[in-house]
């Protein structure tokens, strides 16, 4: 193997990772946004946060 196809396999890799983990982050966040839309469910966490103090 030569340099230059050794570093075209780190850019494929990296590309690859940085893709699944830009998924991975979308859908946490749009996860997020679908539990707040709940108005029921923020005064419920809230209501639990509140209740450690």
């Not at 570093?7 to 679908?34: H, N, P, Q, T």
């Amino acid at each position: 193997m030569d340099e230059q196809q050794l570093v075209s396999e780190d850019l494929g890799k990296s590309r690859v990772s940085g893709l699944l983990l830009g998924i991975a982050l979308a859908a946490l966040l749009a996860g997020v946004f679908y539990l707040y839309s709940n108005p029921q469910l923020v005064i419920m966490l809230t209501d639990q946060l509140w209740a450690c103090f």
